[in-house]
C-alpha cells in the first residue's frame, strides 16, 4: 500500500518554501474563481484515491494563481520533499494539484535527468580545475628553477 501523504506535511513544506496558506475548507475551494481573492497564496485538503490512500489536493488562489500552482510544483518536486505533483487528475479544477508521495522509481527518475541535465556544466567545470592545476604545476616548476624541456 502507498504511502499515505498527510495535509499538515505539504501545508509546512509549502510555507516554508514562502507560500502563504490562506486556509480555506473544501466547500470554499471549489466555490467561485481563483483569482477571486486578493493575495496569492494556496489552501490544501485531504482526499483519499481510488486504492484508499490518503492524498492531497493543493489549490492555488490570487491575482496570480498560475505562478503560485507553479511555485507550489517547484516546491514539492524538491528533491528533500520527495513529492510527485500532477495537475491533470481527472476531478481536479484548473487551479488545483494532486500531491503524493514519489516513489523510488520516480525519484531514481528525477536523479537521472537532473544529472543529465548538469553534464555539460560538470565536463566544464572538470576541464577547467584540470587546466588550472596543470598551470600551477607549471608555475611551481618554473619558481624552483625547472623549466619544460620544450
Given at each position: ?9 505539504i501545508?509546512?513544506h ?35 484515491d481510488?486504492?484508499g ?40 479544477a ?57
Open positions: 500500500m502507498p504511502r499515505a501523504t498527510r495535509v499538515h506535511t501545508r509546512r509549502l510555507i516554508q518554501g514562502g507560500l502563504i496558506d490562506i486556509g480555506l475548507d473544501e466547500a470554499a475551494q471549489k466555490a467561485g474563481c481563483p483569482a477571486d481573492h486578493e493575495t496569492d497564496g494556496f489552501s490544501v485538503r485531504q482526499t483519499s481510488a486504492a490512500t490518503l492524498i492531497v489536493i493543493a489549490a492555488a488562489f490570487g491575482p496570480d494563481w498560475f505562478a503560485t500552482m507553479r511555485a507550489i510544483r517547484f516546491r514539492l518536486e524538491q528533491p528533500y520533499v520527495k513529492c510527485h505533483v500532477t495537475g491533470d487528475a481527472p476531478g481536479l484548473d487551479n488545483e494539484l494532486l500531491v503524493r508521495w514519489a516513489t523510488s522509481a520516480e525519484l531514481q527518475a528525477r536523479k537521472r535527468a537532473q544529472a543529465q541535465a548538469q553534464a555539460p556544466l560538470v565536463r566544464q567545470f572538470r576541464h577547467q580545475e584540470a587546466q588550472r592545476r596543470a598551470e600551477e604545476k607549471r608555475q611551481a616548476l618554473e619558481v624552483a628553477g625547472q623549466s619544460g624541456l620544450f
